[in-house]
């Protein structure tokens, strides 16, 4: 009887203490990132999804001053593109330099990965 009161004595405690240490990693656990393809960049706040970017579409949101913001602000471009929002020759050109940086396919569409990788930074 005394050997089964230890045991259950010990699994109890093993219990409570494994729940504790569980307890303590969770609420010490960052919040989990947010996936790049979202991840805002400091200064560039115009638009936050990944919607397409293609020649010419027009845009009601700012989606294409992201684009231009982030090339300025988060990769290797240059000279830098004017933040206006018209998917304009040379922001395609960049899109396009920044797409064959990244190993992407360099079709001038800013899709996911495109976005994902602006957002991340892409550096040469």
């Not at 409570?16 to 979202?38: D, E, H, I, N």
């Not at 009601?60 to 018209?86: K, M």
């Not at 994902?116 to 040469?124: D, E, I, P, S």
Request: a positive charge; glycine letters at 8%.
């Amino acid at each position: 009887m005394a050997a089964q009161h230890r045991a259950l004595l010990t699994l109890t405690v093993l219990f409570l203490v494994g729940g504790v240490a569980a307890a303590q990693s969770s609420a010490a656990a960052p919040a989990p990132t947010p996936p790049a393809a979202t991840r805002s960049v400091a200064g560039c706040d115009y638009y936050s999804g990944i919607g397409p970017v293609q020649s010419g579409k027009t845009y009601p949101d700012r989606r294409i001053a992201e684009v231009q913001c982030l090339i300025d602000t988060n990769t290797s471009y240059r000279p830098p593109l004017p933040v206006d929002g018209i998917y304009s020759p040379q922001t395609v050109r960049a899109v396009i330099v920044v797409q064959q940086h990244a190993g992407l396919a360099p079709d001038g569409i800013v899709g996911p990965a495109t976005w994902a990788a602006l957002r991340a930074g892409v550096y040469w």
